[in-house]
């Protein structure tokens, strides 16, 4: 990270003296070097612009690596932090594993619904309580 920085500053200077020698060709009124360097700062331009690009995914990858080290899976959902009392979540394992994005999983509804959702994907972890014939056609019926 800190080379490609350092390959960004210089690329920065590079223009910058680009950018004075042309100014004197303008002057001097000499169309071929004025013609030289216009392309000589059209290359550092896109150099500048590709090392842009560059340390910006570096800083995305980074972060991502900081997130998935951050990350500990249970067997069925991720949680950040590795001590029960002070770790964060749940978050949804087909969310992470596929995008890598960190989403938090709701509370079901109730007890008949499984404990977790994911509300992007509407995955559901863990099992709620089986729902008996009796509760079935009880909450089929209106109530009184
Ligand atoms: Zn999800």
New binding site residues.
């Given amino acids: 990270m800190v080379d490609l920085m350092a390959s960004l500053a210089t690329a920065s200077t590079a223009l910058e003296l680009a950018k004075g020698a042309k100014a004197i060709a303008d002057k001097l009124k000499n169309a071929e070097m004025q013609v030289q360097l216009a392309n000589l700062m059209s290359a550092l331009a896109d150099v500048k612009a590709e090392a842009v690009a560059k340390a910006t995914r570096i800083a995305e990858l980074e972060e991502q690596l900081a997130l998935t080290k951050a990350m500990t899976f249970d067997g069925m959902v991720y949680w950040q932090g590795e001590d029960d009392d002070d770790r964060e979540g749940p978050f949804?394992?087909?969310?992470?594993d596929?995008s890598r994005?960190a989403?938090r999983?709701q509370q079901g509804l109730n007890k008949y619904h499984p404990p977790w959702k994911?509300?992007?994907?509407?995955?559901q972890y863990g099992k709620g309580e089986p729902i008996s014939a009796g509760a079935r056609r009880a909450s089929l019926r209106p109530s009184r």
């Fill in positions: 949804c394992q087909k969310c992470f596929d994005k989403v999983l994911c509300l992007l994907c509407n995955s």
